[in-house]
């Protein structure tokens, strides 16, 4: 066996599952095994890593046994079950899904902006949810610069983030719809194909979605200040691969939009493309494939003395899961080797 981890990837065959494991050859993780796990419908099935081909194992209670990292992005409720069988076996999980998130023992990572959280954890590592993972690149150096009273966000987010099938929905959605028939999708309530649906997951009492709240959550968890004040709308949009926002921070003292571009440039995971007079700005058929968070229209708001406006893109399936991912196993083995 070559130098390196053994590291499982569950939900191997999905979209954020094969980014994963894209990411780890990418990026040279040193993986010395890789085990793609998924369902009982992909027995049979194959990935290539590394010019291998690897067999897809179907998950089950052994699968973790002997591994190192085990990077989990097939549902909440396979998160709860296996992530804590894998502990057990003695692996560190790093979970994509929304289920530990929010447990007082489990960190919730993004490294470029609380990687120091990530000690003394207990064995789950959780990811964000993928619009708070970009957006908390961009809060963090406005909020250590002049700290942040309340931010109002409106997301368009896309059908990636919603896996293989809503991907599949989108395009025989369009390809039927511009040949002058129906197509009923079971993916998304809404024809999510020339639509935009303004719910993500599923309404809770407060009227809000859960996505919604995700956001609102998970941001005071990373920046670990629940004093701030936060609401989201977070909407589906025909778009395959990239999320974009519509950021308005209202800060605790005055920055203006020429220093808060400054402190984008020198910040980690970002890129500002911000030339209005050459018609610049992030789109996400420009960003998908990008490993950083792209930031543009950065202005004042006009209507408050503290307020900046600014829109942003990243791609979901980097930064918004596997990237970031991965990048907390790069995290864990430095700090490791360092201790
Ligand atoms: P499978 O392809 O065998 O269904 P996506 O988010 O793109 O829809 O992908 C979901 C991923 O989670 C897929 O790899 C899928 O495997 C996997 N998955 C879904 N349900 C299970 C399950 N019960 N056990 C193991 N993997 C699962």
Redesign the pocket.
């Given at each position: 066996m070559s130098k390196g981890y053994v590291v499982a990837v569950?939900?191997?065959?999905?979209?954020?599952?094969k980014e994963m494991i894209e990411t780890l050859q990418e990026r040279k993780f040193p993986v010395a095994k890789l085990i793609p796990?998924?369902?009982e419908?992909?027995a049979g099935s194959t990935i290539d890593f590394k010019g291998n081909t690897i067999d897809v194992d179907v998950?089950n209670d052994e699968s973790f046994i002997g591994v190192d990292f085990a990077l989990f992005?097939?549902?909440g409720s396979?998160s709860e079950k296996y992530a804590p069988l894998a502990v057990k076996s003695g692996a560190v999980v790093i979970d994509n899904t929304s289920h530990f998130r929010m447990d007082n023992d489990v960190p919730l990572i993004v490294p470029e902006v609380n990687g120091d959280a990530i000690k003394g954890h207990k064995g789950i590592i959780a990811n964000p949810n993928c619009s708070t993972a970009q957006m908390v690149l961009l809060l963090k150096p406005i909020y250590d610069a002049v700290g942040i009273e309340r931010i109002v966000v409106s997301t368009y987010q896309s059908v990636s983030g919603a896996?293989?099938?809503a991907i599949q929905e989108l395009e025989s959605q369009s390809r039927a719809n511009l040949s002058g028939s129906d197509y009923q999708g079971n993916v998304f309530k809404s024809p999510i194909a020339f639509n935009v649906i303004p719910q993500i997951d599923v309404f809770l009492d407060n009227g809000y979605t859960k996505e919604e709240m995700k956001m609102i959550q998970e941001t005071q968890k990373i920046l670990r200040d629940d004093t701030i004040r936060i609401t989201a709308t977070a909407v589906r949009v025909p778009v395959f691969v990239g999320h974009s926002e519509s950021i308005n921070i209202q800060t605790k003292e005055y920055l203006s939009a020429d220093d808060a571009r400054k402190l984008f440039e020198a910040a980690p995971g970002v890129s500002v493309l911000d030339s209005p007079l050459e018609q610049e700005y992030p789109t996400p058929r420009q960003v998908a494939g990008e490993d950083n968070v792209f930031v543009g229209r950065i202005r004042n708001d006009l209507s408050i003395r503290n307020g900046i406006e600014l829109w942003c893109v990243g791609d979901n399936l980097k930064k918004g899961a596997a990237l970031n991912a991965v990048q907390i196993a790069e995290f864990l083995v430095q700090s490791r080797v360092t201790a």
């Amino acid at each position: 066996m070559s130098k390196g981890y053994v590291v499982a990837v569950v939900g191997a065959t999905g979209v954020v599952g094969k980014e994963m494991i894209e990411t780890l050859q990418e990026r040279k993780f040193p993986v010395a095994k890789l085990i793609p796990l998924a369902s009982e419908r992909s027995a049979g099935s194959t990935i290539d890593f590394k010019g291998n081909t690897i067999d897809v194992d179907v998950l089950n209670d052994e699968s973790f046994i002997g591994v190192d990292f085990a990077l989990f992005s097939a549902g909440g409720s396979i998160s709860e079950k296996y992530a804590p069988l894998a502990v057990k076996s003695g692996a560190v999980v790093i979970d994509n899904t929304s289920h530990f998130r929010m447990d007082n023992d489990v960190p919730l990572i993004v490294p470029e902006v609380n990687g120091d959280a990530i000690k003394g954890h207990k064995g789950i590592i959780a990811n964000p949810n993928c619009s708070t993972a970009q957006m908390v690149l961009l809060l963090k150096p406005i909020y250590d610069a002049v700290g942040i009273e309340r931010i109002v966000v409106s997301t368009y987010q896309s059908v990636s983030g919603a896996g293989k099938d809503a991907i599949q929905e989108l395009e025989s959605q369009s390809r039927a719809n511009l040949s002058g028939s129906d197509y009923q999708g079971n993916v998304f309530k809404s024809p999510i194909a020339f639509n935009v649906i303004p719910q993500i997951d599923v309404f809770l009492d407060n009227g809000y979605t859960k996505e919604e709240m995700k956001m609102i959550q998970e941001t005071q968890k990373i920046l670990r200040d629940d004093t701030i004040r936060i609401t989201a709308t977070a909407v589906r949009v025909p778009v395959f691969v990239g999320h974009s926002e519509s950021i308005n921070i209202q800060t605790k003292e005055y920055l203006s939009a020429d220093d808060a571009r400054k402190l984008f440039e020198a910040a980690p995971g970002v890129s500002v493309l911000d030339s209005p007079l050459e018609q610049e700005y992030p789109t996400p058929r420009q960003v998908a494939g990008e490993d950083n968070v792209f930031v543009g229209r950065i202005r004042n708001d006009l209507s408050i003395r503290n307020g900046i406006e600014l829109w942003c893109v990243g791609d979901n399936l980097k930064k918004g899961a596997a990237l970031n991912a991965v990048q907390i196993a790069e995290f864990l083995v430095q700090s490791r080797v360092t201790a």
